[in-house]
Structure formats: C-alpha cells, structure tokens
T-cell receptor, first 113, second 115 residues
Framework: DTGVSQDPRHKITKRGQNVTFRCDPI?????LYWYRQTLGQGPEFLTY????????KSRLLSDRFSAERPKGSFSTLEIQRTEQGDSAMYLC???????????FGPGTRLLVL | AQKVTQAQTEISVVEKEDVTLDCVYE???????LFWYKQPPSGELVFLIR??????QNEISGRYSWNFQKSTSSFNFTITASQVVDSAVYFC????????????FGKGTMLLVSP
C-alpha cells in the first residue's frame, strides 16, 4: 500500500523562473490538499481538490500560483515567476472524506535564489 | 475562525523522562476534529492520532497518551519514558465540520530528547 508521493523532493531555482511540483495521492483518496510550510511554522493551507474540481483556494495562493488535478488523480502545483519569498516546503495530503485523517507526502523543498 | 496554539516552542528532556506537549484550540463549530502529527528531521508529517469533538475519552497507545478536555479547549499529548527517537517537531491541528475540512496547524513544539 503506497502512501502519498511527491516529486521532486528538492528544487533549487533562480528568481523569476517557473517551477512545477507533482503529487500522487493514495489511490482511493478523492480529496487532495496542498499546504505550504515555512521555517519554524506549521503548514498553511493553499488549495483543495475534490476529484478534479478545485473547490477552495487560500488567500495565500496568489495569481502566480496555479494548481490542477486532471482526471482526479495526480495533482500539479505551478509557481510562475518565483520570488525568494516562495522558498518553503510544499506539502500534499490526501484523504477519503471530511474530517477524516489527511495523510501527507514527503514534501517538496523549494529554494529560490 | 479556527485557531490552534502550541505555546511551547521547544522542550528539552533527558531520555526516560515523561513530557507533555500542550495544545489549545479555538473554534465556533460544535463538530470538529483534532489531530497530532510528528515531523522528524526528514520533513514528512506522520499522523499520530485523530479525535472528534464528541469523543472525550482519553487514549493511550504504547508510550503515547492524549488528554482531550472540551471545557478548556485543550488536547494535550504526553510521551511516557521518552526516547531519543521521539526527537521531532510535533504539531497539533484542527479541522472544522463546516467548509472543506482544511487543517489549521499550531506552530509546533520541537522536542529534543538527549541520551
């Protein structure tokens, strides 16, 4: 039984470049969440998908951020024109229903130089 | 709005000591869910426990125990006879029944267990 996977695990990029992260949820989970965690803080919610529909976006998700979940399977999170403030750990979680346990992937550590 | 407070930023103990990590939450919902996660240095969040607002029974799992008290809006976590492998950052989190059950996390408590 595989858990949530994320790719890449680490990404270093230069300011102004675009980056894309991928999340593969647990296969029977139809709900998927993205969170961002900066140093010394707890994860903060970014966006939520139920199947392929993006149902909620945080105010943290500026217009440089876009997320997709085609066919309700894997999800991608793209950041355009990266800024140094985007440096963080990006975490993906999946679950089966409201209030149920969210299982997290290993995260993608982004460093913007 | 929901909020989780973990007032202890860092705790240092010596192996075999008992340690309690505090968590206080705020919510207007009557139905909600509380969680504890462990984040070792590798960075992955590891699920420890889930509790719904209607179940105030304390729970024990091996060396871990949880004390849920609705009267004080607290959900504290105790590790008995701590071990070096318990060293990690521990997060308390809350999701409300309304909305899409997004998790609101506290800032975490870093636990350092020395030999």
């Amino acid at each position: 039984d595989t858990g949530v996977s994320q790719d890449p695990r680490h990404k270093i990029t230069k300011r102004g470049q675009n980056v894309t992260f991928r999340c593969d949820p647990i296969s029977e989970h139809n709900r998927l969440y993205w969170y961002r965690q900066t140093l010394g803080q707890g994860p903060e919610f970014l966006t939520y998908f139920q199947n392929e529909a993006q149902l909620e976006k945080s105010r943290l998700l500026s217009d440089r951020f876009s997320a997709e979940r085609p066919k309700g399977s894997f999800s991608t999170l793209e950041i355009q024109r990266t800024e140094q403030g985007d440096s963080a750990m990006y975490l993906c979680a999946s679950t089966t229903g409201y209030g149920e346990t969210q299982y997290f992937g290993p995260g993608t550590r982004l460093l913007v130089l | 709005a929901q909020k989780v407070t973990q007032a202890q930023t860092e705790i240092s103990v010596v192996e075999k000591e008992d340690v309690t990590l505090d968590c206080v939450y705020e919510t207007r919902d009557t139905t909600y869910y509380l969680f504890w996660y462990k984040q070792p240095p590798s960075g992955e969040l590891v699920f420890l426990i889930r509790r719904n607002s209607f179940d105030e029974q304390n729970e024990i799992s091996g060396r871990y125990s949880w004390n849920f008290q609705k009267s004080t809006s607290s959900f504290n976590f105790t590790i008995t006879a701590s071990q070096v492998v318990d060293s990690a950052v521990y997060f308390c989190a809350l999701s409300e029944n309304s909305g899409y059950s997004t998790l609101t996390f506290g800032k975490g408590t870093m636990l350092l267990v020395s030999p």
